[in-house]
Nanobody
Framework: LQLAESGGGLVQPGGSLRLSCVAS???????IGWFRQAPGKEREGVSC????????NYADSVKGRFTISRDNAKNTVYLQMNSLKPEDTAVYYC???????????????????WGQGTQVTVSS
């Protein structure tokens, strides 16, 4: 399973971006997590979604601003980010566990497959 993120960029505070995570190599019937890592900080969980899309979870710092969704027919998971703040600046990664049957949360250790990341910069 290979994952590739896209959609990052430079946006002003209060703006929006939509990140995409596209899978190849295997069907994307995996739960997917989004993580981010800011300069000098540890990687942290942002949001995750079950393989069916019926269950989602968010870090407190992004609740009410970010929305995770998926389109399995397109092998893609999205992260819609609204009301962006400078503290959202980071490299964003999507990830999947080694077993699609696993239930996962926002812990890095739960994930096996990682994309290369996409840079999100929130600045005026």
């Amino acid at each position: 399973l290979q994952l590739a993120e896209s959609g990052g960029g430079l946006v002003q505070p209060g703006g929006s971006l939509r990140l995409s995570c596209v899978a190849s190599g295997l069907p994307l019937d995996y739960p997917i997590g989004w993580f981010r890592q800011a300069p000098g900080k540890e990687r942290e969980g942002v949001s995750c979604i079950s393989s069916s899309g019926a269950s989602t979870n968010y870090a407190d710092s992004v609740k009410g601003r970010f929305t995770i969704s998926r389109d399995n027919a397109k092998n893609t998971v999205y992260l819609q980010m609204n009301s962006l703040k400078p503290e959202d600046t980071a490299v964003y990664y999507c990830a999947a566990p080694w077993d699609p049957r696993l239930r996962v949360g926002l812990e890095i250790k739960e994930y096996e497959y990682w994309g290369q990341g996409t840079q999100v910069t929130v600045s005026s």
